[in-house]
């Protein structure tokens, strides 16, 4: 059941999420690749007239590897967890052997939702109700945008 697959313990949809099977984090490897390819950290690390704005190549740097390693080419149910790594609700979830949150008597004080408000406020928890109320193969379409900045 596709539906299922895409939708996380916590109730979000992981097609949805910026994630997901990304392109950015392809075009991110490739300019981290034909950078040291060119020795450009040499190149930022000499005081020069030219291009001052390289001498914060080092936080350059540390965003490129970030954007380059975030890639997520699973939804978190089939990839275990977001990148592969497991999240406390995910834990959480499966040690109770729920399917997801909306199986829980506990989700509505849950506390555990925490960590996601500040990209994705009350999603998570309206889709659960959405779940609750529709079934998992039902509630996709009645879904809450991702990101607050969405409208
Ligand atoms: S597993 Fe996490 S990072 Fe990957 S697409 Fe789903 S929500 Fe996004
Ligand atoms: S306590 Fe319930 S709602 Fe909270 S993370 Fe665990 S399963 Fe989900």
Redesign the pocket.
Known sequence: MKSKKNT?CCG?Y??D????KNKYSVYALLLKEHLIEINFDKYAKIKSPFGEQFQKYDEFEEVLNALAG?E?N???RV?G???GVPCKIMECCFSNEYEGCWDCPEVEGCDKFDFLAPRCGQMPKNNIRKIQKFGLQHWIEHRDNFYIWQK
């Not at 999420?17 to 997901?20: A, E, L, S, T």
């Open positions: 996380a979000i992981c097609p999420c910026i994630h997901y975030t997520c699973w939804a978190c990839g967890g977001c990148s």
